[in-house]
């Protein structure tokens, strides 16, 4: 299992960028999506999860409204959109791999066992 992100890069404050996450070695359809990020100094935080099944989608409140994520199992990739870019939403983001749902801590990164190596998002003025 491999999964590779992209589409990372610096804009400014309400700006958007789209991460894709793409995947090998598996089979997309039976597997969740999660995405983290982390922020220098900080720990890692999760960010939005989709499940194998339609509707399991998940936020945290500190995106919800802005990013949007997606995937496209015959293309193994998943993405998240990102609208409305703030400073706060800075630091490398990685998307992650769970068997079937979001599990209740999916957040925590609790469950996830392949791990991209990261894209880095900036914003800044």
């Known amino acids: 299992v491999q999964l590779v992100e992209s589409g990372g890069a610096s804009v400014q404050p309400g700006g958007s960028l789209r991460l894709s996450c793409e995947g090998s070695?598996?089979?997309?359809?039976?597997?969740?999506i999660g995405w983290f990020r982390q922020a220098p100094g900080k720990e890692r935080e999760g960010v939005a999860c989709s499940g194998s099944k339609e509707g399991d989608i998940r936020y945290t409140a500190p995106v919800k409204g802005r990013f949007t994520i997606s995937r496209d199992n015959a293309k193994k990739t998943g993405y998240l959109q990102m609208n409305d870019l703030k400073p706060e939403d800075t630091g490398v983001y990685y998307c992650a791999d769970d068997f079937l749902y979001c599990g209740s801590s999916w957040y925590q990164g609790t469950g996830f066992t392949g791990w991209g190596q990261g894209t880095q998002v900036t914003v800044s003025s």
């Open positions: 070695g598996f089979s997309l359809d039976d597997y969740a």
